[in-house]
């Protein structure tokens, strides 16, 4: 019979890649990770770990090994579930991982709904983006994951995983006031679009899927953009439209409790909304506080003023304008 906690070493240094960051996660030293997986090989009488470099890497064997320990992982997921249905009372620690604008627009809501229902289940939320959070699910960091989707830029579904929709959220252009002048003549989305070809950007960085997929919409419409800024937040993509030094392309989010404060325009179709889901590890998703909490985060999506899954409707003007549409739209709600 083999080790299971030597098993779990073993699965960690497939997903984690190195000695040094197995101990750093586990907080061991890299000795001692090495003497375990040492006393792994002997129980199971062949070389697991092979020298590459100044890095080891897995043997078909220790591949093999690992295939097996994550399906005894997903049974005891599973095992860990029942037994938490089976109680009256909620408890124990959630980790949760979000992308910035759902952490600020859907989280505090879902966790003041969590709060209320299930006072003994201690949430922990850490803001990272999807690029990191999915693999650092894989890797056990956190328990449920709210991740994003771009249109026409799929993500990998691992096999491990486990999806669920939570909402669409519009995506527009964001015009800084001087290009907003300048474009008022331009018809339709496209050529909106294309106005703003001479216009410094500011754009997520590269290696991302919100670049890959903003660089591809700014390519279709046979232009490179000029990406002078270059960020994550999203807060200072919009406050570099609303001083004018670049054009973005802003999620709906962005608004969960305020009105538009810059210029906005329709995106051409394929390309007018993001899906935004949550993720699990297989066998995770009956845990009752996993389905406590995907519950509450779609309740907390569905009381966002302006509803940003809703289809998407074409807005222009100056922010002023922007504005007194959505006041107006408020009023009538």
Known sequence: MFDLHRLRLLRELKHRGTLAAVAAALSYSPSSISQQLSQLESEVGVALLEPVGRRV????????????????LERLERAEAEIATSLTDLTGTLRLASFQTAALALVPRALTLLRDVHPGLRVHVTQMEPENALPALLARDFDLVIAEEYPGNPNPRPAELEQEDLCHDPLRLAQPHPAARESADATGPTA???????????????????????????RNANFEPDVRFESTDLLLHLRLVEQGHAAALLPDLVWHDRPATVALQELPRGHRARRLFTAVRRGRSRHPAVQACRQALRQAAGTIPGRPWQPVLETSGTARAVRSRVARRRAAE
């Open 57 to 72: 890497r897995l043997t078909q064997q220790a591949e093999i090994l690992v295939a097996h320990t994550e399906a005894v």
């Open 192 to 218: 909106r679009l294309r106005a703003l070809s001479g216009h410094p950007w500011v754009m997520e960085p590269e290696g991302t899927a919100a670049r890959h997929w903003a660089m591809t919409l700014c």
